[in-house]
């Protein structure tokens, strides 16, 4: 069965500082997505992450993926308000675009 | 620009009640998918469809239903809305996997919260 773990939950940050948003799956895929959700609105997908060594960025976020490791991590670097939001990350099962979402991770960045 | 319409943002249902949730896509997608959202939980799926008339149950199927009579309209339904339904209802849709390396990037709607009292 597909599992899929995001760490931490929660993070509190400051502006200008960086961390990494952790998703950990259980069985193999070839496809992992991330995706954003501001409050009040449904999710906007960010990166789509399609083999081994993958990396991808769009301005401060940086998204990988490992699937020997079967980790991907985002990046944050040098955090704004503006990225406040729920980061889900989400594996394929099966070849038909069938996701299966961790349980999301809540950014707030403080000035 | 709207490529994923919920009928409706708000509901509010009694216990017992038949509850339609219409969702429709302009994108031309073969898939489509209803997820339900819980705080602490994610995103979790219920159903979803590779094709008009084809359906196939998700991971928490259980209390729910749902048609697919044409290719740009998925509707969920709840026979007997219950108090542990309560949630936020979320479609999306995606284009068919061919193969390769293609993305099947999932558009979802804006999201249909439901109440059961």
């Known amino acids: 069965e597909l599992k899929v773990e995001q760490n931490p939950l929660f993070l509190s940050m400051q502006e200008g500082k960086n961390y990494t948003i952790y998703c950990n799956y259980s069985t193999t895929s070839d496809r992992l997505y991330w995706y954003r959700q501001d409050p009040g609105k449904s999710l906007e997908s960010l990166f789509v992450?399609?083999?081994?060594?993958a990396v991808k960025q769009e301005g401060r976020l940086m998204a990988s993926l490992d699937t020997k490791a079967r980790l991907s991590t985002l990046h944050i670097t040098a955090a704004v308000h503006d990225l406040s939001a729920t980061y889900f990350c989400a594996v394929a099962r099966g070849s038909q675009g069938n996701l299966i979402f961790g349980k999301g991770t809540k950014l707030s960045v403080k000035p | 620009d709207v490529k994923v319409t919920q009928s409706s943002r708000y509901l509010v249902k009694r216990t017992g009640e038949k509850v339609f949730l219409e969702c429709v896509q302009d994108m031309d997608h073969e898939n489509m998918f209803w997820y339900r959202q819980d705080p602490g939980l994610g995103l979790r799926l219920i159903y979803f469809?590779?094709?008009?008339?084809?359906?196939e149950k998700g991971d928490i199927p259980e209390g729910y239903s749902v048609s697919r009579e044409k290719k740009e309209r998925f509707s969920l339904i709840l026979e007997s809305a219950s108090t542990n339904q309560t949630s936020m209802y979320l479609c999306?849709?995606?284009?068919?996997?061919?193969?390769?390396?293609?993305?099947?990037?999932?558009?979802f709607g804006a999201g249909s919260r439901l109440t059961v009292l």
């Open positions: 469809s590779y094709d008009v008339k084809m359906k």
């Open positions: 999306a849709s995606s284009l068919r996997h061919r193969g390769g390396s293609g993305a099947n990037v999932l558009t």
């Open positions: 992450l399609l083999s081994n060594g």
